[in-house]
């Protein structure tokens, strides 16, 4: 059944030591369109200047760029790994100045610098030396976001791309049809209780996203992000922390990792339940 949406353009900048992450963006786009842009009347069409420029003369190659891509685009993803890129006339590279560029017209951007390892004879000590400028200036100017994987990558762009259309009113689109108006988040929560509540939102906002459930001759822990959930070990209390758990595991909010039932992960869609909870 077709249906009417409006296109946002997602310009992707960055040098070209990160072509994994290009396909990730793209995968995690096209990924939101299936689930998402029927219900929000929008749809996201990823572009870059490999995809979505064509040959001209009489300009800077970058400005060319500029003009037939970056002038377009409603949102952009900047991702760095060792290298900033090629220099332009005015600027350290062309992806900081598509940058500066997308910036300087108020429309949202969101960076991301990659912290895995790379092997020393692969890396241009000057690329990385102007890189490393450029983040620590970046670092007064805003927020951006570090990885150490592809797959964390991911999993963070994923969270976050959600989270920028939800709050910027950029994406906000006034007089939808009912059918197809964003739905209010707590009618979109899973029926779960205040303690699987509280239990996913804290867990939600540990480093590592896990919760631990520890038996020992003491008592019982339920820990998550440097706290203990179980204060008097009076089996009742015990009770409703270890049901939060379960109606998690059940609701597929969390995924039992450990053997014995010790060690629970948020999954992806318990990150995006997390953020929709509001204590």
Not at 8 to 16: C, E, L, Q
Not at 166 to 181: R, T
Request: glycine share 6%.
């Amino acid at each position: 059944m077709s249906y009417e949406s409006k296109v946002f353009n997602v310009m992707i900048a960055s040098p070209g030591d990160v072509a994994s992450e290009r396909t990730i963006i793209r995968d995690v786009i096209y990924e939101w369109n299936a689930v998402h842009s029927q219900r929000r009347s929008i749809v996201l069409l990823p572009v870059g200047w490999e995809t979505h420029s064509s040959p001209e003369m009489g300009q800077p190659p970058q400005e060319i760029i500029n003009n037939q891509v970056l002038e377009r685009c409603d949102l952009l993803v900047g991702v760095f790994w060792t290298r900033i890129g090629t220099p332009t006339s005015e600027y350290a590279s062309g992806t900081v100045q598509e940058i500066e560029k997308h910036i300087s017209l108020e429309r949202p951007a969101m960076l991301y610098f990659s912290s895995q390892p790379a092997a020393l004879d692969d890396v241009d000590n000057e690329q990385y030396s102007q890189l490393k400028d450029f983040k620590k200036a970046c670092q007064s100017r805003g927020l951006y976001e570090s990885y150490d994987s592809h797959s964390g990558f991911r999993d963070k762009f994923y969270r976050q791309l959600q989270l920028k259309l939800n709050d910027h009113p950029l994406f906000q689109i006034e007089g939808l049809k009912q059918e197809n108006q964003i739905v209010e988040p707590s009618t979109r929560l899973p029926d779960i209780s205040g303690e699987a509540r509280i239990l996913l939102k804290e867990a939600s906002q540990d480093k590592n996203g896990t919760i631990m459930h520890l038996r020992h001759l003491g008592g019982t822990n339920i820990q998550t992000n440097g706290k203990n959930f179980i204060e008097s070990n009076e089996r009742r209390e015990v009770a409703r922390w270890e049901a939060a758990i379960e109606e998690l595991c059940t609701s597929d909010l969390l995924i039992k990792r450990g053997y014995k039932g010790e060690i629970y992960e948020i999954s992806n869609l318990g990150y995006q339940v997390a953020d929709m909870i509001q204590l």
